[in-house]
């Protein structure tokens, strides 16, 4: 290989076939031939942004591999390859990474899914669905242990059945005919270049049947390549699932944006009972719980709603009841005598009714207690007049051990302060009883 020194003002400069992955330090002035900027992130855009594809294909499953540990893929990924999308499996190569200090190699999991697979192989994770119980949910049940309110609802309205989960296991040998490469190629000049390349393979031939590049630059002249829709096409309209039979048809979707009214609204006048002052820190996925309340994991959850938002506009649009079962999805707006509500606490299943609690914000707070039906018809409503309670300044309020029989209510407001550790620092038990028609 025949080198040369080439003086550049101060600097010489040592010239090799591939200058620039030969050095490490930055090229501003192009002086290696190689400038990696806006406009050349156009070019490439212009060259391999469009989709290139043979058409669609239909697979039991697919191998994912990618070449770097930026690209992120975990499990809301996998939830919906194989619920959303509905591949009967999944297979992905297992990530290594080497000690900065040491040296030493150790294998990286992208999350508690991965991190409990079962068996013994070390190349590749497949994913599939399995019956819970099986060793190989064990990632899974961790998985939804961490901020159930917001992964089981997911789960339910993508149409996973409470009695399966999504298992792991290790492998050597992938059994998928297509696999979908994503390399990620990353340099810094004058700014940050990175390209995506997306090709999928017939593992057994070796023929290319698609591909697409995306690719961006960060920094003076900045680009981005506008192929958003092409790079989603090459794995949501080139790569297509055999549907799992193991799954149920899709939800089928229904919206009820105008409920009627609820037919009995009282009151009911709370008085305390038992007030003690506590210190416990809460647990982040409790807290998160307490404040997104779901029922019958996740069949049943309430989610606030945000739209366009016009100047001087919030962009709430109203909060929904949110039921999957049966097959369908019902998203109903909550509302009572006009008023929307986005702050919800402890909901459950009583009686056969979904029974929750919702706060209408306002200078005063109102406090309500709603019944639904399973199918999403409002039955009774209820305001609730809470009696004067001593909390310390800057508090919030979490309901629990609501029930409510024969008229008659009772449960737990827990105050805390946000402290940077969410402590709670009152527990008061209350009981409520009917005021009165109004």
């Not at 619920?83 to 009967?88: G, I, M, N, V």
């Not at 190629?185 to 090709?199: A, F, L, N, R």
């Not at 019958?296 to 949110?322: A, H, M, N, W």
Request: proline fraction near 7%.
């Amino acid at each position: 290989m025949r080198t040369k020194l080439v003086r550049a003002g101060l600097l010489t400069l040592l010239l090799l076939p591939n200058p620039v992955s030969a050095f490490s330090f930055p090229d501003p002035l192009g002086i290696f031939g190689e400038k990696f900027d806006g406009k050349r992130a156009r070019v490439e855009c212009e060259e391999k942004g469009k989709l290139v594809s043979k058409g669609p294909i239909e697979a039991l499953g697919y191998l994912l591999t990618i070449n770097n540990s930026a690209l992120l893929f975990q499990y809301p990924d996998i939830a919906k390859e194989l619920l959303s999308k509905r591949f009967q499996y999944l297979e992905i190569n297992q990530e290594y990474r080497t000690d900065t200090s040491t040296k030493e190699v150790y294998r990286h999991d992208r999350g508690k899914v991965e991190k409990h697979a079962t068996g013994t192989g070390t190349k590749f994770i497949r994913f599939f669905l399995s019956r819970r119980g099986d060793p190989s949910c064990a990632g899974f049940e961790e998985e939804i242990k961490e901020h159930p309110s917001l992964k089981q609802p997911f789960l339910r309205e993508a149409g996973l059945p409470r009695d399966l989960c999504i298992a792991a296991e290790r492998i050597d040998s992938p059994q998928s005919t297509y696999e979908l490469n994503v390399d990620m190629t990353q340099k810094y000049d004058s700014g940050v270049y990175v390209s995506y390349h997306y090709k999928i393979t017939n593992r057994q031939t070796g023929e290319l049947h698609a591909e697409v590049t995306f690719p961006w630059f960060s920094g003076r002249n900045s680009f981005t390549c506008p192929n958003g829709a092409e790079v989603k096409a090459i794995s949501d309209d080139v790569l297509k699932a055999v549907p799992n039979p193991a799954l149920p048809p899709p939800n089928r979707v229904v919206y009820d944006d105008d409920p009627p009214d609820f037919p009995l609204v009282e009151e009911l006048s709370a008085k305390l009972v038992e007030e003690s002052a506590i210190n416990i820190r809460m647990k982040e996925a409790d807290f998160q719980s307490a404040l997104r309340p779901i029922a019958e994991e996740g069949e049943v959850s309430l989610s606030p709603r945000y739209g366009p938002k016009p100047v001087g506009d919030t962009g709430f649009q109203g909060s929904y009841l949110i039921i999957s079962r049966d097959g369908i999805t019902r998203q109903v707006l909550v509302r009572v005598r006009g008023r929307k509500f986005s702050d919800f606490r402890q909901a459950g299943i009583q009686g056969g009714n979904i029974t929750f609690v919702a706060i209408a914000r306002s200078m005063d707070p109102e406090w309500w207690l709603f019944q639904y039906s399973l199918e999403g018809r409002p039955l009774k409503a209820y305001r609730l007049l809470l009696p004067q309670l001593t909390p310390p300044d800057k508090f919030r309020l979490i309901v629990r051990d609501l029930l409510l029989t024969n008229e008659k209510l009772s449960f737990t407001l827990l105050a805390w302060v946000d402290d940077g550790f969410k402590t709670l620092v009152k527990d008061n038990r209350l009981e409520a009883s009917l005021l009165g028609d109004r």
